[in-house]
């Protein structure tokens, strides 16, 4: 399978989501509108891309297309129209997302994805004229290396929608779920409730940050702690979700003051440096 895609935002999932669609084949529109960013967006794809070859993820065939097949603009209305599906990937909030998806609907894209971690697919499907076109696609970070799209199914998604969603997943090489649009779907209910607990006990001095990864690492066999990996999600993500999840969910998804702080300070983790650990930039 083949075809033509959109991707809009290119921050950490935009940016390996346009990755994944690309070296498949697929013609690829990253959408993103900081200039900062669109400059250093496909000198990034093309050097994962030789690194993918170099540890033997990619073919050298696979690498050497991807330069071709990207295409990197600063605004919605520069997709194409009919494409095979939009998959949005701005910042967890519900006003910016139902904003971007009303300006990708014009498009009239065979399907149209949110990449959401938690917020309602029923809720952003409220301002869309086609409902039926649009779930969840929910990728994960990184996106080359991990093997699963969750994709969510809101009240009024097709059976047509989900059997596209399906099969773009499985041309891209990913496995996929099928789950109700309940918040934080399967997936981040799971994950951010650790991540959460690990937090509060750090709070409370149960252990530092690194002894409470190794304990996530050494005894359960994660392939990394939750402090950790809440660093390369993005705590400025972590307390988006948090913050949506506690309204439906109560206090076990409250939002740790700690994680409250370091976002106030813009430590936001891996992406600036700094957050329950230190990163290079
Ligand atoms: C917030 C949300 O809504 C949802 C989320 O995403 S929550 C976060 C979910 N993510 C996780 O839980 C990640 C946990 N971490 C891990 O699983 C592992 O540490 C890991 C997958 C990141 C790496 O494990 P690994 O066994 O070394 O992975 P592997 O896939 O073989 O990758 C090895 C290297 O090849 C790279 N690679 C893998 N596939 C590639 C491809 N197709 N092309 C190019 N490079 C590739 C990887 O990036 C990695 O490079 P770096 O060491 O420079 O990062
Ligand atoms: N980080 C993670 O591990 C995961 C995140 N997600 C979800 O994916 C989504 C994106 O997260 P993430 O990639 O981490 O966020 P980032 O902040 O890294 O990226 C968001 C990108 O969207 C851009 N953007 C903002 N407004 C617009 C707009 N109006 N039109 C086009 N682009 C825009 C931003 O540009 P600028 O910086 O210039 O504002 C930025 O490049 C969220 O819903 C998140 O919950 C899902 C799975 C994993």
Not at 252 to 279: C, H, M, N, S
């Amino acid at each position: 399978m083949s075809g033509a895609v959109g991707v809009v935002g290119g921050g950490t999932m935009g940016i390996g989501i346009a990755y994944v669609f690309a070296t498949a084949g697929f013609a690829t529109t990253v959408v993103e509108p900081d200039a900062g960013r669109r400059a250093g967006l496909r000198g990034d794809l093309v050097e994962r891309a030789r690194r993918g070859v170099e540890r033997g993820k990619l073919t050298a065939d696979r690498a050497g297309a991807l330069d071709g097949l990207l295409h990197v603009v600063d605004g919605v209305g520069e997709l194409a129209s009919g494409l095979d599906v939009v998959v949005e990937t701005v910042p967890e909030q519900a006003a910016l997302k139902a904003e971007v998806l009303a300006a990708v609907q014009e498009r009239v894209p065979r399907l149209l994805a949110t990449n959401t971690s938690a917020l309602s697919v029923d809720g952003l499907a409220a301002g869309l004229a086609r409902p039926e076109a649009f779930l969840g696609m929910h990728f994960f970070n990184p996106v080359w290396s991990l093997p699963l799209v969750e994709i969510v199914r809101g009240a009024a998604t097709s059976d047509a929608a989900v059997a596209t969603a399906r099969e773009l997943s499985g041309a891209i090489g990913k496995e996929s779920i099928v789950v109700r649009d309940v918040p934080g779907f399967a997936t981040s209910r799971l994950d951010n409730i650790a991540a959460f607990e690990a937090m509060r006990m750090l709070e409370e001095g149960v252990a530092g940050a690194e002894d409470i990864d190794r304990a996530a690492v050494l005894a359960y066999g994660h392939p990394i702690g939750p402090l950790r990996l809440s660093d390369v999600v993005g705590l400025d993500v972590r307390l988006d979700i948090a913050r949506h999840l506690s309204t439906t969910y109560g206090e076990r998804y409250a939002p740790p003051a700690i994680l409250e702080t370091l976002v106030a300070r813009g430590d936001l983790g891996r992406k600036t440096g700094r957050g329950f650990f230190d990163w290079e930039v």
